[in-house]
């Protein structure tokens, strides 16, 4: 079997050329890294309103510009970021503004890779196109401190559109959902999404995750616009939510 030589992460830096882009609903654009196997890849989202723009998320952060991705880059982008792990903030640092919950706010400023969880989950495993591995010591992912800290209940004013921030710990203690209601849009991150989720990993709680969950079952949308897998329709998303509980055997 063909030894799996490990690749430096600088060199797959790339502009938006090397993103995946699909507009998912007016003025919504789903983003991806194309240099990652599909099964690898994590979606981090544009949201564009008439005043600023909205970056939900940031990726892995193989791309290092986001020149040529908004239709007018002269507006104010504000990133949004729902959690501190490393296949989600590559890119915020390229916000000019950013705002997440203060539970995870120290590893922001200092993108550790034991504390993101980018380590043990990189090393030796198979994540790129062409059955290729980064090489875990080469893992520099940009800081991206905070500007404002927010919680339940903060809002973005886009205006054309409000996103309204949902606070649902459990994958991670500072796990946020964004709603829009405007397009009756559910940004469910890494708390709801239709592949394994993680409840067993530093940080993670099962109990804070059925909380969220329960929670957000309750909460009215068309579409759930998840940090991994298929977009889910809010019956599927629901569906996903009893199977969790399923799995975990919880009543």
Do not use: N
Not at 80 to 104: K, N, V, Y
Request: glycine share 10%.
């Amino acid at each position: 079997m063909r030894a799996i030589e490990p690749v430096p992460w600088q060199s797959l830096a790339c502009g938006v050329e090397g993103l995946v882009i699909e507009e998912v609903a007016p003025g919504v654009k789903r983003l991806s890294e194309a240099a990652l196997l599909p099964a690898e890849r994590s979606f981090f989202y544009l949201v564009e309103g008439a005043g600023r723009d909205c970056l939900i998320d940031g990726g892995w952060g193989f791309c290092a510009s986001l020149e040529g991705l908004r239709a007018d880059p002269q507006k104010p982008l504000v990133a949004i970021a729902t959690h501190s792990h490393f296949d989600h903030i590559g890119m915020l640092h390229l916000a000019a503004e950013r705002w997440g919950h203060p539970a995870e706010a120290a590893i922001f400023v200092r993108p550790d890779p034991t504390a993101t969880q980018a380590l043990p989950y990189l090393s030796g495993r198979v994540v790129l196109i062409g059955g290729g591995a980064i090489a875990p010591a080469s893992l520099v992912q940009q800081p991206c401190p905070l500007h404002r800290f927010v919680g339940e209940g903060s809002r973005l004013e886009l205006s054309s559109r409000t996103l309204e921030i949902l606070h649902t710990p459990g994958h991670s203690p500072g796990s946020l959902c964004v709603l829009d209601r405007t397009s009756s849009l559910l940004f469910s991150a890494d708390t709801v999404h239709d592949g394994h989720i993680y409840d067993d990993i530093p940080g993670a709680g099962r109990r804070d995750l059925l909380l969220s969950h329960r929670r957000l079952a309750e909460v009215d949308f068309a579409l759930a616009l998840p940090g991994h897998g298929a977009i889910l329709s809010r019956p599927q998303f629901i569906e996903r939510i009893d199977r969790y509980r399923t799995e975990r055997e919880c009543p």
